[in-house]
Structures are given as structure tokens and as C-alpha cells.
């Protein structure tokens, strides 16, 4: 099955600065990945996602690239905000099938204002 | 509020008892899912519904574990003969109809606490 691994498990960050999040998969079958975000408390959230047929996408601060040959793609997060700080998964799936994703474990961003 | 309704929110329960959970998805999705998270850790895939289909189901399900949907609405899971190792946030997502969109909306979760 998928694999999916998340690094780093806790990124610490001044206020302005930006954040980069990175994940890699094993199945090259996955073609659709989701980030979402949980804030403490509360259900995860998604923020961006990426097909593969893109190798980037971008919505205002955040932007998500993917290199399908390397299997791996990340997050990145521009002038940081403290509202930023929560969990922040990436997931991989197969769209055409059930779409079920498998989770990274997550990097708890913190944003020092 | 029309997104994904969990209930309860909070269950403590003692070992060895059954406990159901009750997740209502956004009403025009038909695809469903729970998920396990404890601290620390990613959403872990349960099971999965199409409709009142169920279609896949994890490994990690014990056969303590059972997951129904009854009308293609609304789903509960229930553990039986509960133990300390199912404590954990609970979570149900929906996804829509659409082939090619598969984004996940979570509900709030149930905490499980086994004592």
C-alpha cells in the first residue's frame, strides 16, 4: 500500500518568515494530493490540493509543488502569519478508485509573532 | 450548519463496553469515511461507503470493529468490547459526487476515552 512521509514533525518560525513542509509517497499511482490543516481542537481542514497533472499551484501565501519522478511534493507557506500555527498533513490518493488517503503524521507549525 | 455532524462529541466509557458512534455527512455526498487519530499522529483509514455500500475496509479493523450505512445517509461505528488502545479521536469525512473531485470534509471527531 501507499506510504507517505512527512518531515519535518515540527518547524518553528518568526512571524514574516517563510515555512516549507515536505512529503514523499511510494505508489506511483497516487494522482491527487490534499494539505490540510488542523488547528488545535478542531477537524482537519483542507487548504490546497495538487493533481499530477500540474507540477504547481499556487493561492495567495501558500503554493504546493510536486515532482512526480521523484515522488515528493511540498508545501510552502510565505510570510507567516501566528494564525498559521496548527498541524499540517499532506495525503496521497489514487482519484478514479474509492480516494482514500493516506495521511502523513503531520508537522505541528509554530509561528512566533 | 450544513457540513459533517459527529455525535457524541466526548464518550468516556470503561473496558469491556460497547460504544456507537453516529456521523451525519453533507447530504448530497455519497462517499464516506472514518478515520482513527490519536496524538501525534495522521487521520488512519477505517472503512469506506459509497452510497450504503461498504467497500473498503482497513486491515487494523478488528472484528470488534463494525461500520454500517444503513440508507446511504447517515453511518455509525461501533466498537465492541472496548479496549485502552481505542482511545482516539474518531473522525467521519464526506466527499461529493463528482469522479474527478475527492476532497475530504471532516466532522469534529468523537474522543474516545477507554478507562
Known amino acids: 500500500g501507499e506510504n507517505v512521509e512527512q518531515h519535518p514533525s515540527t518547524l518553528s518560525v518568526q512571524e514574516g518568515d517563510s515555512a516549507v513542509i515536505k512529503c514523499t509517497y511510494s505508489?506511483?499511482?497516487?494522482?491527487?494530493f490534499p494539505w490540510y490543516k488542523q488547528e488545535l481542537g478542531k477537524r482537519p481542514q483542507l487548504i490546497i490540493d495538487?493533481?499530477?497533472?500540474?507540477g504547481e499551484k499556487k493561492d495567495q501565501r501558500i503554493a504546493v509543488t510536486l515532482n512526480k519522478t521523484a515522488k515528493h511534493f511540498s508545501l510552502h507557506i510565505t510570510e507567516t502569519q501566528p494564525e498559521d500555527s496548527a498541524v499540517y498533513f499532506c495525503?496521497?490518493?489514487?482519484?478514479?478508485?474509492?480516494?482514500?488517503?493516506?495521511f502523513g503524521r503531520g508537522t505541528s507549525l509554530i509561528v512566533h509573532p | 450548519d450544513t457540513g459533517v455532524s459527529q455525535n457524541p462529541r466526548h464518550k468516556i466509557t470503561k473496558r469491556g463496553q460497547n460504544v456507537t458512534f453516529r456521523c451525519d455527512p453533507i447530504?448530497?455526498?455519497?462517499?464516506l469515511y472514518w478515520y482513527r487519530q490519536t496524538l501525534g499522529q495522521g487521520p488512519e483509514f477505517l472503512t469506506y461507503?459509497?452510497?450504503?455500500?461498504?467497500?473498503?475496509k482497513s486491515r487494523l479493523l478488528s472484528d470488534r470493529f463494525s461500520a454500517e450505512r444503513p440508507k446511504g445517509s447517515f453511518s455509525t461505528l461501533e466498537i465492541q468490547r472496548t479496549e485502552q488502545g481505542d482511545s482516539a479521536m474518531y473522525l467521519c469525512?464526506?466527499?461529493?459526487?463528482?469522479?474527478?473531485?475527492?476532497?475530504?470534509?471532516f466532522g469534529p471527531g468523537t474522543r474516545l476515552t477507554v478507562l
Open positions: 469525512a464526506s466527499s461529493p459526487r463528482t469522479v474527478a473531485y475527492n476532497e475530504q470534509f
Open positions: 505508489d506511483s499511482a497516487s494522482n491527487y
Open positions: 495538487i493533481r499530477s497533472n500540474v
Open positions: 495525503a496521497a490518493s489514487i482519484g478514479g478508485g474509492s480516494y482514500i488517503p493516506t
Open positions: 447530504s448530497e455526498h455519497n462517499r
Open positions: 461507503f459509497q452510497n450504503e455500500a461498504q467497500l473498503e
